[in-house]
């Protein structure tokens, strides 16, 4: 994975102050991005991507269909086709 950067765990503290600087945004949106950060991350891989988020590559197929019928550029892995 040419861009997946090693992290470090991220502590319990860390998170709660993510959660309350994501206080008021819509879970649908928070999800979304974070799918496509970690597509974005994985240089469009869907497996690793699917493994990292903890949902089946169905699941992650099913919401990247919605994006993209939405308008949304969802990150390619480089050797998948445009449909």
């Known amino acids: 994975m040419g861009r997946m950067l090693a992290h470090a765990p991220i502590s ?17 949106d928070v999800e979304r991005d974070l799918v ?22 169905r699941t992650l197929r099913n ?8 308008g949304i550029d969802v990150p390619r892995h480089p050797t998948q086709s445009a449909p």
Not at 16 to 26: E, F, I, K, Y
Not at 63 to 68: C, K, P
């Open 63 to 70: 919401r990247t269909a919605e994006y993209a019928a939405d």
């Open 12 to 28: 319990c503290a860390s998170r709660r102050r993510l959660a309350r600087w994501l206080v008021g945004s819509p879970i649908r």
């Open 36 to 57: 496509l950060e970690t597509l974005a991350n994985t240089d469009g891989n869907r497996t690793e991507s699917a493994r990292l988020l903890g949902v089946s590559v």
